[in-house]
DNA sequence: AAAACGATCTACT
DNA sequence: GTAGATCGTTTTG
């Protein structure tokens, strides 16, 4: 596990502060980095998905603020934790405040802390570990305590950049983007953009939950 | 206070 | 590939 922990990488508001399918797509590589007082966990991202503002009906930013979407309308660079089917979904936000975009992280490989994650999550193979939103968030003891939380200083909750080149041209969009409710079956136009993966995503393979739309 | 709703997960074929 | 589980949160009566 050779990357080090550089603190001082961590990525910071500007680079939240663009188009969200441009940060879903940069996101792909950097390390997802989280201290609690049981440890640090840290994980390569190698999925992640843009939340667009506007014309985007799968957004939950759609349909204007309230209580529980606002931090999706706060400033850029901070997290938005949202509930779903008893776990968590992390995104990080991004564009200026009140734009209402983000970006949220739908996988990342397990690098420090694994057996703090196996401790979270019932014992599970280390690919499986954090490899879906609601498995990363639980392997990184991530819930509605961190909504809004900044992700701009290595204290809790952060990205950092250890240095690693992905090539534009091989972080690709997903080649299995489809469907997961029938709400986003309206939305493949969408996925199709907005969707990133690592040419390193580990388990090219099964991605339960997810069907083919065409 | 009860019911409905998920940007999902697991187990199993 | 899919059925059934899951439970915190919001919505409804």
């Known amino acids: 596990m050779k990357p080090l922990m550089n603190e001082r990488t961590f990525l910071t508001e500007a680079f939240y502060h663009r188009a969200a399918t441009t940060v879903a797509r940069e ?9 609690t007082n049981d440890g640090l966990t840290s994980g390569r991202i190698v999925e992640t998905e843009a939340y667009l503002a506007k014309r985007d009906p799968a957004s939950h ?8 979407n606002a931090s999706m309308f706060g400033p850029p660079g901070r997290a938005y934790v949202y509930p779903i089917h008893a776990r968590y979904c992390f995104n990080a936000v991004t564009e200026p405040e009140d734009v209402a975009s983000a970006v949220l992280i ?3 490989e397990p690098m420090e ?12 193979r280390q ?15 991530i819930d509605r305590q961190c909504d809004g939380v900044p992700l701009t200083s290595p204290e809790q909750l952060w990205i950092a950049d250890d240095g690693l080149r992905l090539s534009r041209s091989r ?20 996925l199709r953009d907005c969707r990133f993966v690592s040419p390193f995503r580990p388990s090219a393979s099964a991605n339960p939950g997810v069907k083919k739309t065409q």
Do not use: W, Y
């Open 61 to 68: 930013s759609h349909r204007g603020k309230t209580n529980k």
């Open 27 to 35: 996101l792909i590589g950097k390390i997802l980095c989280r201290r």
């Open 106 to 108: 739908r996988a990342v």
């Open 113 to 124: 802390g694994v057996d703090l994650m196996q401790s979270r999550r019932r014992r599970t």
């Open 171 to 190: 972080v690709g969009r997903s080649p299995r983007v489809g469907v997961t409710s029938a709400r986003e079956s309206l939305l493949r136009f969408f």
């Open 127 to 141: 690919l499986e570990l954090a490899r879906g939103p609601a498995r990363l968030c639980e392997a990184f003891a």
